[in-house]
C-alpha cells in the first residue's frame, strides 16, 4: 500500500514546509537584551544556512519503509513510505521478502525525490544519505551471487522458542548477557541464524561451502545500494551488531565465546564488519538511481536512530517508540549498565570514530501499533488505524478488560515466553471502545513496568519521557501513559524523529555539526506536553489489575505441543507429496 505525494500535493507541502520553518525561526527571535542581538544574527545566519542544506534518511520498519528529505534544521522537505508484505505461513511465524525490502526503499527514493525536484531543489543538493531500520530481522544471503537464501525471518518471529529453552539449559548461558547485554530469547538474530542452520538446508550447505553471508536488515540493504556482489559492502553499525549477540560491549568486536556458545565457525561465514554509526566512507554509497553517487554516512537500529532524533544525547535522557513494538531507551552515559531486572543492555550509538560510544539500558514491548492493527485486520473494529482513539473514546475507560497481548510471548522486564495473548474482565456490557483502549493500555502498562526496571539500576527516577511513533499520535494513549507512570510525556511537533536521527548521524559523519551542542533546538517547537490527570492511588490500582493479569497469562505456551503439532503438519505434507507422485 502506497502512501503517495502527488503533484496535486505540492501547493500544501511547500505552505507546511514553510510552517515549519517558520516555527523554527519563531524559537530563535525570543526577547534578548541589546548583547546578545549580535549572537542572535550568528544563530539566524547558521538557521538559514542550514535550510539550504538536504541529508535523505532511509527507515526501513518492520512493515513498512519510507524515504526523507530533511533540510539540516530538521525539516522533512520531501517524504515518501510504503508498505510490503508480511508473511505468515503458521502460528508464530513471521516473514518478509529479502527483494521486497530492497525494492521498497528504492521506490520510496524515486518518489519522494520527484517531489523534492517539483519544489525547485535538484539532486545536487543533497550531500549525504543515512539509514536506519528494524534491527534483529535475520538475512541469510550467497555471498557470491547475492541470492536471499530464504526470507527474512523478522524479529517478532517466535518458531525459536524450543531452541531458546534448550540453549538456556547449556553450559556458559548464564554468562552471556554479561558480555553482550541480552538475554536468551526468540529476539535476539543469533538464535535465529542457529535455527536457519539446522533447519534449512541450503542455509547450511552454503555455510559448509564459506559461501554462507548473515546480517540484519541494515547489512542487506548497504550491501545491495552499493551493487551487491559487485560491490562487496558486508558491513553493519555498533548499535546494530550489538542487537545479534554476537557482539562484545566493551570491544564493540565479535567475541569468540560468543560465536562458540552458538556454534558458529567463523572462517565458514561471512558476518559483517562493525564501525561507527557514523562514517564518511565505511558504508558506501548509492550505485543506481536517482540518487546514484551520493554517499551514505550513517548506519543505526531504529530504536537508537529515534534517541538520536529526540537528541538524547546526555546521561539520563530517555525516548519511547511506540511502532510496530514499543521501544524505551534509556541514555546510561560512556560505560554499559548490565541489568540487573530484566532489561537489556545495547549500544545507543557512535557518531564518529573519535567519538566513545554511548550505552542505553532497553525495554521492549513486543506489541503496541501491531496491537491496533490486529483490532483492525483481524477483529474488524476499525478500517482505519487512526480511527482508534475514536473508538477508544467512545467509552469513558477500559470498563474493567485487561488485555495483555503475548502475541510473541511478554517482552522487557518479564521475558516469558510461554504466555500467549489474553484478555480478562469481558461481561456483557463489553463494548469495542472498551477492548480499544485495554489495547493501548497494554503498551501503556509494559512501559511502566521497563521504567521501573530502569530506576532500580540506574538508581535515578525519570522525571519526563520523549515520545514518537504511530500510536503516539493518539492523545487518548499519551494521556493514559502519563497517568501510568505519573511523569510528564514530551511529544514532538514533527513526528519522523527515527528517520530524523539517521539523518542527524549522516550529518555528523560529513561535519554539518561537530558537537551535540549545536543541536540544542532542533525539533523543539511547538512539542506537547501530557501531565499526569488521575491520582498516583488510582494509577497505582489500575497497576495491580495488570500485574495480576500477566501472571494469570503464563503457561498458556506448550512446547512440546507445538513441536507435536509441527510434526503432524510434516507427516501430512509428506502424504500429499506421495499421493501427488503416485
Same mark, same amino acid.
Given at each position: ?83 510490503? $508484505? ?33 519544489? +525547485?531543489?535538484? $539532486? ?47 553450559? +556458559? ?46 547489512? *542487506? ?10 560491490? +562487496? $559492502? ?35 561465514? $561471512? ?25 551514505? !554516512? ?49 549500544? +545507543? ?80 456490557? !463489553? ?114 489489575? *495488570? ?36
Amino acid at each position: 500500500m502506497r502512501n503517495p505525494f502527488d503533484m496535486s500535493d505540492l501547493d500544501a507541502l511547500v505552505e507546511e514546509q514553510q510552517e515549519r520553518q517558520q516555527n523554527y525561526a519563531d524559537l530563535h527571535t525570543h526577547q534578548s537584551h541589546d548583547g546578545d542581538r549580535s549572537l542572535l544574527q550568528d544563530e539566524q545566519r547558521r538557521s538559514d544556512n542550514l535550510k539550504d542544506r538536504f541529508i535523505g534518511a532511509i527507515d526501513q520498519g518492520t512493515t513498512s519503509s519510507r524515504f526523507i528529505i530533511f533540510d539540516c534544521t530538521g525539516v522533512p522537505v520531501a517524504k515518501y513510505q510504503m508498505e510490503f $508484505r508480511q508473511i505468515h505461513e503458521r502460528s508464530g511465524w513471521h516473514e518478509q521478502d529479502p527483494f521486497e525490502l530492497v525494492d521498497s526503499v528504492y521506490t520510496c527514493i524515486e518518489e519522494a525525490m520527484k517531489t523534492f525536484l517539483a519544489l +525547485g531543489h535538484s $539532486r545536487d543538493e543533497i550531500e549525504a544519505i543515512g539509514i536506519t531500520s528494524q534491527r534483529e530481522t535475520a538475512l541469510c544471503w550467497d555471498w557470491e551471487t547475492g541470492e536471499p537464501l530464504h526470507n527474512a525471518i523478522a524479529w517478532p518471529d517466535t518458531r525459536t522458542t524450543g531452541l531458546v529453552r534448550e540453549l538456556k539449559a547449556k553450559k +556458559g548461558a548464564e554468562d552471556l548477557s554479561k558480555i553482550c547485554g541480552l538475554p536468551l530469547s526468540t529476539y535476539p538474530s543469533s538464535v535465529t541464524l542457529m535455527w536457519m542452520l539446522r533447519n534449512l538446508p541450503e542455509v547450511k550447505k552454503a555455510y559448509d561451502e564459506g559461501r554462507l553471508a548473515f546480517g540484519t536488515v541494515d547489512t *542487506w540493504l548497504l550491501y545491495n545500494l552499493n551493487g551487491g556482489p559487485e560491490g +562487496g $559492502r558486508l558491513v553493519t553499525d555498533v548499535s546494530n551488531a550489538s542487537r545479534t549477540m554476537f557482539m562484545n560491549l566493551e570491544t564493540l568486536d565479535y567475541d569468540d565465546r560468543l560465536l562458540k556458545f552458538f556454534e558458529l565457525d567463523r572462517n565458514k561465514i $561471512r558476518l559483517p564488519k562493525i564501525i561507527p554509526s557514523s562514517d564518511p566512507e565505511g558504508f558506501g554509497w548509492v550505485r543506481s538511481g536517482p540518487l546514484d553517487g551520493v554517499p551514505i !554516512t550513517s548506519c543505526l537500529g531504529d530504536q537508537s536512530s529515534a534517541l538520536v532524533g529526540h537528541c538524547a544525547f546526555t546521561p539520563g535522557s530517555a525516548k519511547n517508540t511506540y511502532g510496530t513494538g514499543c521501544f524505551l531507551l534509556y541514555n546510561v552515559g560512556e560505560k554499559p549498565v548490565i541489568s540487573k531486572h530484566g532489561l537489556l543492555a545495547t549500544v +545507543g550509538f557512535q557518531l564518529g570514530k573519535n567519538r566513545k560510544p554511548v550505552y542505553a539500558l532497553e525495554g521492549s514491548v513486543a506489541v503496541a501499533g501491531s496491537g491496533i492493527s490486529f483490532l483492525m485486520n483481524n477483529m474488524g473494529f476499525f478500517r482505519d488505524s487512526r480511527k482508534v482513539s475514536e473508538v477508544a473514546a467512545s467509552v469513558p475507560d477500559s470498563g474493567g478488560c485487561v488485555f495483555v497481548t503475548a502475541f510473541s510471548g511478554l517482552f522487557a522486564p518479564y521475558w516469558i515466553d510461554d504466555a500467549k495473548g489474553t484478555i480478562f474482565g469481558i461481561t456483557q456490557h !463489553t463494548q469495542r471502545g472498551h477492548i480499544a483502549r485495554a489495547t493501548m493500555e497494554a503498551a501503556c502498562f509494559q512501559t511502566k513496568a521497563i521504567l521501573d526496571a530502569m530506576e532500580l539500576d540506574s538508581g535515578h527516577k525519570l522525571t519526563e519521557l520523549a515520545v514518537d511513533g504511530g500510536m503516539s499520535n493518539s492523545d487518548i494513549c499519551m494521556q493514559t501513559q502519563a497517568d501510568i507512570i505519573q511523569i510528564p510525556l514530551e511529544r514532538p511537533a514533527m513526528h519522523e524523529t527515527t528517520a530524523l536521527g539517521a539523518a542527524i548521524a549522516a550529518g555528523f559523519a560529513i561535519d554539518v555539526w561537530k558537537d551535540f551542542s549545536e543541536l540544542k533546538d532542533m525539533d523543539r517547537a511547538n512539542r506537547t506536553t501530557f501531565v499526569p490527570h488521575v491520582t498516583p492511588a488510582h494509577s497505582r490500582k489500575m497497576y495491580r489489575q *495488570w500485574t495480576k493479569a500477566v501472571e494469570m497469562s503464563r503457561g498458556w505456551l506448550d512446547t512440546n505441543e507445538e513441536n507435536d503439532e509441527d510434526e503432524g503438519e510434516e507427516e501430512s505434507e509428506q502424504k500429499e507429496q506421495q499421493a501427488l507422485k503416485h
